[in-house]
């Protein structure tokens, strides 16, 4: 039996006309399957997308609050890395100068070279003084009443004190 190339690749032809010069039947199953999808209007109803909804909008309450406190704790390990990385500067430049920068200075002579410091070797940042993770200048004071200097950021309130995310973030407290 010669079949036409055309209908090689028609699986429909293979398992239910393997006569090439007959056409599928009216009546045939797969002629009656094919008009029953294309005629169907199924779809979800209205409760059953509103179901889905409320699911969605369950996940979606159980897994905000824990996404937003990672959120808040990475950024307090950001401000930690930074201040330590500051602190690191500071040291340098105190190596280099033989003492802190004064608070008036601030950390700004970690960048350029204040007047009256000979032995300045800076920059001791590659990029400007960063802001804390909220957004906010760090505090520094030289000498400080922790140490030689006191380097913090007032966590994510911006004000003294807090607990929490709220918490100052201190070089001296680690």
């Known amino acids: 039996m010669i079949y036409p190339s055309n209908k090689i690749l028609d699986f429909r ?5 393997p006569e090439a010069d007959q056409p599928l039947a009216e009546d045939s199953p797969i002629q009656n399957r094919q008009s029953k999808i294309q005629n169907s209007t199924r779809g979800f109803t209205l409760v059953e997308l509103l179901v889905v909804m409320v699911i969605i909008g369950l996940l979606a309450a159980l897994v905000a609050p824990r996404f937003i406190r990672q959120e808040e704790k990475a950024k307090v390990k950001a401000a930690q890395a930074q201040i330590e990385l500051l602190g690191t500067a500071l040291d340098t430049f105190r190596l280099d100068v033989g003492r802190y920068p004064t608070t008036g200075e601030g950390l700004e002579a970690l960048r350029r070279q204040p007047s ?12 400007e ?4 993770p909220w957004g906010k200048a760090y505090i520094y004071h030289s000498p400080g009443e922790h140490g030689f200097y006191d380097l913090l950021s007032y966590g994510a309130d911006g004000v003294p004190g807090g607990e929490g995310d709220n918490r100052d973030i201190t070089s001296w407290e680690g």
């Open 13 to 17: 032809f293979w398992i239910f006309a």
């Open 116 to 127: 009256g410091v000979p032995k300045w070797d800076g920059p001791y940042l590659k990029k």
């Open 129 to 132: 003084v960063p802001m804390d």
